[in-house]
């Protein structure tokens, strides 16, 4: 294996990412999925001709994951960009490497601990029935992504940040923007300024009047000396944009699944046992693992793993949705099998970074899962599976819309 | 079997105190690890070393004896 890859010979280079097959629209691209049999390591081209390393295999991922030598700066040379990056801006924690990503991490940790999330669950049972109350008075058939899967989360997320939810066509507007894969890098970059203009106004206000909530918690941070204003804005946009389109493609992407398996989608609506809705969500997690375009991250010294060198400065892709179907570690990978035990998946990531919110996208998923087929049982697809639109495009991957009937 | 935790590395997602809440709980404040029992029983050992694969930050350890 050559160290650096002469042109020529990068042309050959599977493109990373890679296309999905038509009728498969649940499975990892082929051509990339293929690559796990070449080895845990192999090289990728991406749209600006580098040629960073895709790391297929789940031991491997997770090794390099946990590894103190690679960083999720950005802003690094031989970082494998996903897009082109306008310069500027501060980034926020999910870009940074430790020790600043710990320090600002553990700023909102406690909101997000298995208990406090728990707590929320009466809250999140009860958006979900009043938004199930109005789709069953409403006309049918109706676009699942619109009328439940988006204003679910996002109602959740704005309670937490203290945003008020009238606000919510503006920012779930310019997220949507900011995680097209295929955004202009002057679209992504105006529609992030939108966004940080808006959470700076919000920490402005909590700072006069706090309030019982997240984003009070941080604007306090502020006023303490510990963040600057620009970097509290900056983390309101993460967790505002991190925790919802996110959580809205597990609903809406993870109904079509199941109403193309139906034998799954019955267990779901036929059981109350806690075990086996929260079994069902690691698995459809595992399966669907929505984050498809890789964690990204670059070496910081020459990493020796599975017999290759992957040197200093050269870039990373683990693929969690191959090592998610890597059959070492889960039999019948590509199966959808909602009583398998899946629980170690990787699609929140692995390492300092894993999700911070996976309790509460955990939670709001038992929620929904362990409710929505059972109080609309006759649920089905009110168009043909080659008709849905799916986000090939989106750095998160989904449905932009689930038109649906009963 | 004996478990100590590292709260320097723990990045307080929580897996641990899904899978053995016997065993672990977070800070209320940072959500920081908590060990709540060092030498948990036997009935307890399989799920503690699953929470010590699944741990992100690599802060759970066990060591074997007793
Ligand atoms: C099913 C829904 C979700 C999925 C699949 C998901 C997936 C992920 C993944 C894969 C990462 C790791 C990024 C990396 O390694 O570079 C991550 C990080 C993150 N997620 Fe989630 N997420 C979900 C829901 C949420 C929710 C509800 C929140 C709540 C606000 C949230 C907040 C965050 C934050 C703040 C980070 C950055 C953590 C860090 O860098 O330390 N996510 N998420
Ligand atoms: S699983 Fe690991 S990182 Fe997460 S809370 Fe427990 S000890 Fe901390």
């Not at chain 1, 910081?300 to 200093?312: H, K, M, N, S, Y």
């Not at chain 2, 899904?18 to 399989?46: C, S």
Request: net charge negative; glycine share 8%.
């Amino acid at each position: 294996m050559t160290e650096t890859l002469p042109g020529t010979q990068s042309e050959t280079l599977p493109e990373f990412p890679g296309v999905r097959a038509e009728k498969c629209p649940f499975d990892p691209p082929p051509r990339i999925q293929a690559l796990q049999q070449d080895g845990p390591l192999t090289r990728v081209r991406l749209w600006d001709g580098s040629t960073p390393w895709l790391v297929t295999t789940y031991a491997e991922q997770k090794a390099l994951l946990s590894h103190p030598q690679i960083s999720s700066d950005v802003t690094r040379p031989g970082y494998p960009l996903s897009a082109p990056r306008t310069a500027g801006g501060s980034l926020s924690f999910i870009l940074m490497d430790d020790p600043e990503h710990h320090r600002q991490r553990r700023m909102v940790q406690g909101a997000f601990t298995v208990r406090r999330v728990e707590s929320m669950r009466p809250a999140v049972q009860r958006i979900v029935d009043g938004l199930i109350d109005d789709l069953l008075a409403g006309p049918r058939p109706v676009d699942l992504v619109e009328a439940f899967a988006l204003p679910v989360p996002s109602l959740v997320i704005c309670e937490l940040l203290g945003v008020p939810y009238a606000d919510h066509d503006f920012f779930q507007d310019n997220s949507k923007t900011i995680i097209k894969r295929d955004t202009t890098a002057e679209e992504r970059a105006a529609a992030g300024g939108r966004l940080f203009d808006y959470l700076d106004g919000l920490v402005g206000d909590k700072l006069d009047h706090p309030g019982d909530d997240l984003l009070s918690q941080v604007a306090a941070r502020v006023k303490a000396g510990e963040l600057t204003r620009a970097e509290a804005a900056q983390m309101g946009v993460l967790l505002l944009i991190a925790g919802h389109e996110t959580t809205a493609n597990m609903i809406a992407l993870g109904t079509l699944a199941l109403l193309q398996h139906p034998g799954q989608l019955a267990l779901l609506r036929e059981s109350d046992d806690p075990k086996l809705i929260a079994g069902a969500v690691e698995e459809l997690l595992r399966y669907l693992n929505i984050t498809h375009s890789g964690r990204r991250r670059v070496a910081l010294a020459d990493i020796e793993i599975a017999g290759q060198v992957i040197r200093a400065g050269e870039g990373l892709i683990m693929a969690n949705d191959i090592a998610n179907r890597d059959p070492a570690v889960f039999p019948d990978p590509d199966e959808l099998d909602l009583r398998r035990d899946a629980r170690r998946h990787i699609a929140f990531g692995f390492g300092v970074h894993q999700c911070l919110g996976q309790p509460l996208a955990r939670m709001e998923l038992q929620v929904v899962y362990g409710t929505l087929y059972k109080r609309i049982p006759t649920l089905t697809l009110a168009t043909d599976l080659d008709r849905i639109p799916f986000k090939h495009d989106g750095q998160v991957y989904g449905v932009y819309e689930l038109p649906v009937t009963w | 079997m004996k478990v100590t935790v590292d709260e320097d590395k723990c990045c307080g997602a929580g897996n641990c105190v899904l899978l053995a809440p016997e065993v672990f709980d977070q800070r209320e404040d940072d959500g920081i690890v908590l060990l709540l029992n060092a030498e948990p029983a036997g009935t307890e050992h399989a799920r503690v070393r699953e929470a010590a694969a699944v741990c992100p930050a690599g802060a759970i350890r066990i060591g074997e004896g007793a």
